[in-house]
């Protein structure tokens, strides 16, 4: 491809509204351009990296046996309306409708589409399992489209699903997509690690989450100093024995805390420990229920809900708290609630002599002690781990890391093909229900992630496999005849050998050209030069920065060395 040509808008400049690396370094080396809030264009440059992506993705489902289709971004709303989900999906779920009225939503995601062409097209034990899959656009009205591609409202996903007859079978189809995933990012390039997960109502460690590892993550992944252990905090179960404090419980006293409302307030007004202080959140859902942590500890929303039976509840709205516990949230308490449901985080149990909020505008309750003074249905794991928890497993000390998911395989069950009626005829005749999986992959989310982990101060520094091209070769002055003449040759012998090459064939100054290579990221550079004229390149590696002079002659042999082997 001839850069006089190819339409890569690169930016000297940081755009203003890019917070992160990858984002900032997207847009200057002109891969994307942002159309409207979280949807972007993938300009030439970008569009190839999405493919080699995409390439992978597609060689490594395929090994496992798994077949492509392609199913329609367009849904009737009634496929939703069937498994449940036309509700509880919520505002993320993209709808409209026809010219005839009729509602549609434009596809977050595939289960309904899939099973009901499962549900339709195979019948017998002897057509499973089967695992379908695609690569296609996916539309989610996010709260916060933000970083770039990372999240957007538009974005291109894999997503696998697979059927089977049996629950070992979904244990065998899990592990192969687990396996390819791991086979997929490795060849991205990526450094990463498989997490537990979040499985909602499923439980159970049947679902891991694909994780790269880096600052700018919006997951936290808490792992073990000394075993395997790692999970995302939404689910590390906390494995803490608390031991009620050796004092001996004091009468309950109500003191005025004027303008005393958040923990950090109450601890300073009372000079105590945040271990000392009650903290009480009100959730909603079919009743409000109050939610009890240690001050020092910070609540779990999805603990609360498993906690609850998957409940649908969410923390109260300022408005909620006040009609609720007719009173301001600073100052709720789990005491005089009028039979208001309450559950509380095992260490609130040993809590001896503690602070709450007194259910009055400008007081709390001092000596507070619980299940004296006020009755909890029942103590669960209501927190988040913490760094220096001991592991769950027993083995070591948690620590915290930060990772962008980037897959996520998922143990379904019959969710879905028990709303939707997908069964088979057994061996025996019998119908039995088939038993789902499902695997994503967010394949723009991945490019950018790979950016993320992947540059320095210069610019991109493609891992070989993903690069748009496997050579930049340039002109450095094409107006010298030589130098004109000899990259000229090249840039067919190349092609000839069968590289991908970007051939910058611009009559800009050197320095410009560099600095647009360097910020491009491919991973080896051949600089046409002053020895031209001696049948001598220069050859220059953009990972380490590494330059050698190389003859015309030795370069296709060097190029075998250096590039990734031709397939
Ligand atoms: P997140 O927690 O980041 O919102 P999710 O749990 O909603 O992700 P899944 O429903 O499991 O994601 O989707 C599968 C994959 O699609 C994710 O692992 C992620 O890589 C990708 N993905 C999800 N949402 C987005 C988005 N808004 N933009 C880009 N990629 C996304
Ligand atoms: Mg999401």
């Known amino acids: 491809m001839r850069q006089s040509l190819y339409m890569i808008p690169t930016l000297r400049d940081v755009p203003a509204d890019a917070e992160i690396a990858s984002h900032q370094l997207m847009l200057r ?4 351009r942002q159309t409207a809030s979280g949807i972007y264009s993938y300009l030439p440059l970008g569009k190839r ?6 390439e992978i993705v597609r060689e490594e489902m395929d090994a496992t046996g798994a077949q492509e289709v392609l199913m329609p971004a367009i849904q009737p709303a009634e496929l939703w309306e069937e498994s449940g989900r036309l509700q509880a999906y919520g505002p993320e779920l993209m709808r409209l409708k026809d010219r005839h009225d009729r509602d549609f939503v434009l596809g977050a995601t595939h289960e309904e589409v899939i099973t009901s062409l499962v549900r339709d097209d195979v019948k017998s034990y002897k057509k499973l399992p089967i695992n379908l899959y695609q690569i296609q656009t996916k539309f989610r009205d996010e709260r916060r489209p933000r970083f770039g591609v990372l999240r ?8 696998a699903y697979s059927f089977d007859t049996t629950k070992e079978g979904l244990d065998a189809s899990y592990q192969a997509m687990y396996d390819a995933y791991n086979r997929i990012f490795t060849r991205c390039g990526l450094d990463f690690r498989a997490v537990e997960a979040d499985s909602g109502a499923i439980g159970g460690t049947d679902t891991h989450e694909f994780m790269v590892l880096t600052e700018v993550g919006e997951d936290t992944i808490a792992y073990s100093d000394s075993s395997s252990f790692a999970a995302n905090i ?22 005025g805390t004027p303008n005393t409302k958040t923990i950090d307030e109450v601890s300073s007004f009372f000079s105590v420990d945040k271990r000392k202080i009650i903290k009480s959140l009100l959730f909603m859902g079919d009743e409000p229920v109050l939610v009890l942590v240690r001050g020092d500890h910070e609540l779990n929303e999805i603990k609360v809900k498993n906690s609850l039976g998957g409940a649908v ?15 301001e949230s600073g100052y709720i308490g789990p005491i005089k609630t009028d039979g208001i449901r309450i559950i509380a985080d095992h260490a609130v149990k040993a809590i001896v002599n503690g602070i709450c909020g007194a259910n009055e505008e400008g007081y709390h309750f001092t000596q507070v002690n619980p299940d004296r003074d006020f009755t909890v249905e029942g103590y669960f794991d209501l927190r988040n781990i913490q760094e220096g928890d001991p592991s769950p497993d027993g083995k070591g000390t948690i620590k915290f890391a930060r990772g962008i998911e980037v897959g996520h395989v998922f143990k379904l069950g019959t969710k879905y093909s028990d709303a939707l009626g997908a069964s088979f005829l057994d061996e025996n005749g019998k119908t039995q229900t088939m038993i789902m999986g499902c695997y994503g992959i967010g394949v723009s989310r991945t490019v950018a992630a790979i950016v993320e982990q992947r540059h320095d101060e210069n610019g991109l520094v493609w891992p070989a496999e993903v690069s748009p091209f496997d050579i930049h070769l340039i002109g450095i002055n ?6 004109s003449q000899l990259s000229e040759r090249l840039y067919t012998d190349l092609k000839q050998l069968g590289y991908d090459v970007l051939f910058d064939d611009r009559t800009e100054r050197a320095g410009v050209k560099f600095k647009d290579s360097d910020l491009i990221g491919i991973p ?15 050859v220059k590696l953009r990972s380490t920065g590494e330059m050698i002079e190389v003859a015309v002659a030795d370069l296709p042999q060097k190029l075998v060395e250096l590039v990734r082997e031709r397939k």
């Open 524 to 538: 080896v550079r051949i600089g046409v030069g002053k020895k031209a004229a001696e049948q001598i390149v220069e």
């Open 152 to 159: 957007s409202r538009e974005f291109i996903m894999k997503d």
């Open 478 to 483: 094409m107006k010298d005849e030589e130098q």
């Open 29 to 32: 080396a002109g891969l994307i």
């Open 313 to 327: 509840v969410q923390l109260a709205s300022a408005e909620e708290i006040k009609s609720v516990m007719k009173c």
């Open 49 to 54: 990296v999405l493919k080699k992506v995409e």
């Open 234 to 255: 939404e689910i590390a179960p906390v494995n803490v024995t608390y031991r009620k404090e050796k004092e001996s419980p004091q009468e309950i006293e109500k003191v």
